[in-house]
C-alpha cells in the first residue's frame, strides 16, 4: 500500500515561531505536494516539487517555504507562524503519470498557531 | 485549468442510490475527470477516473456523456460510512498538473 506520512498529527506553536511539517512517502514517487484545508475554502495548494531540489509555488505560497532534500520527503516550514497559518496541512505524492491512480495524501496535521 | 461547479450539500438514506453531478464547462481534450472522497479529519482518497462513457469500479460508476461537459459520480446503495465529502477534479493525467480542489460536495447518508 502507498504511504504518506505527516510526522505530527497535532502541533501547537506560538506565534513567530519556525516550524517544520515534515512528509514522507515510500513509493518513489517523484511529486509531492502541500495543501492546506479550511471551513469553507477547500483545499489550497501551496506549493509542489517534480523532483529533488525542484519546488513551484502553488496557490498560496505567502509565509512558506519547503524543501525537498530526497525523494522520499517534502518538508513544509513556516518560517515566522501567523495565527492565521492555523489549519490542517496535508501532504500528497503522486509518480508522473497518474491515470487510474490519483494523488496519494497523508492523514493530515491540524497546526494551531497560538 | 478547467473550473468544476458541483452541489455544496446532498442528503440520502441507506441503501439508496446518490449520484453528484459535476459540471465543467471547459474541459480540455487532454483533460481526464477524477473524484475524491474525503472522510473527517483524513486527506481525499482518490475513487475514480474517467475520460469518456462510463468507468466503474469496486467503489463507484463514473458516467461521462459525449460532450464531456458534466459528469455523474454514482454510488449504489449507500450507508452511513459513505458520509463525506466530494470532490471532482479535472485535469491531464501528468503529475505536473496541480489539482486543484474546490469545496466539494458534502454528501450525509442517515439511517
Known amino acids: 500500500d502507498v504511504k504518506v506520512t505527516q510526522s505530527s498529527r497535532y502541533l501547537v506553536k506560538r506565534t513567530g515561531e519556525k516550524v517544520f511539517l515534515e512528509c514522507v512517502q515510500d513509493?518513489?514517487?517523484?511529486?509531492m505536494f502541500w495543501y492546506r484545508q479550511d471551513p469553507g475554502l477547500g483545499l489550497r495548494l501551496i506549493y509542489f516539487?517534480?523532483?529533488?531540489?525542484?519546488?513551484e509555488k502553488g496557490d498560496i505560497p505567502e509565509g512558506y517555504s519547503v524543501s525537498r532534500e530526497k525523494k522520499e520527503r517534502f518538508s513544509l516550514i513556516l518560517e515566522s507562524a501567523s495565527t492565521n497559518q492555523t489549519s490542517m496541512y496535508l501532504c500528497?505524492?503522486?509518480?508522473?503519470?497518474?491515470?487510474?491512480?490519483?494523488?496519494?495524501f497523508g492523514s493530515g496535521t491540524r497546526l494551531t498557531v497560538v | 485549468l478547467a473550473k468544476t461547479t458541483q452541489p455544496i450539500s446532498m442528503d440520502s438514506y441507506e441503501g439508496q442510490e446518490v449520484n453528484i453531478t459535476c459540471s465543467h464547462n471547459?474541459?480540455?481534450?487532454?483533460?481526464?475527470i477524477t473524484w475524491y472522497q474525503q472522510f473527517p479529519s483524513q486527506g481525499p482518497r482518490f475513487i475514480i477516473q474517467?475520460?469518456?462513457t462510463k468507468v466503474t469500479n469496486e467503489v463507484a460508476s463514473l458516467f461521462i456523456p459525449a460532450d464531456r461537459k458534466s459528469s455523474t459520480l454514482s454510488l449504489p446503495r449507500v450507508s452511513l460510512s459513505d458520509t463525506a465529502v466530494y470532490y471532482c477534479?479535472?485535469?491531464?493525467?501528468?503529475?505536473?498538473?496541480?489539482?486543484?480542489f474546490g469545496t466539494g460536495t458534502r454528501l450525509l447518508v442517515s439511517p
Open positions: 471547459n474541459i480540455a481534450t487532454n483533460d481526464y
Open positions: 477534479l479535472v485535469g491531464d493525467n501528468t503529475g505536473f498538473q496541480k489539482l486543484v
Open positions: 513509493m518513489d514517487h517523484e511529486n
Open positions: 516539487s517534480y523532483d529533488v531540489k525542484m519546488k
Open positions: 474517467g475520460y469518456k
Open positions: 500528497a505524492s503522486s509518480p508522473t503519470d497518474i491515470s487510474n491512480y490519483g494523488y496519494t
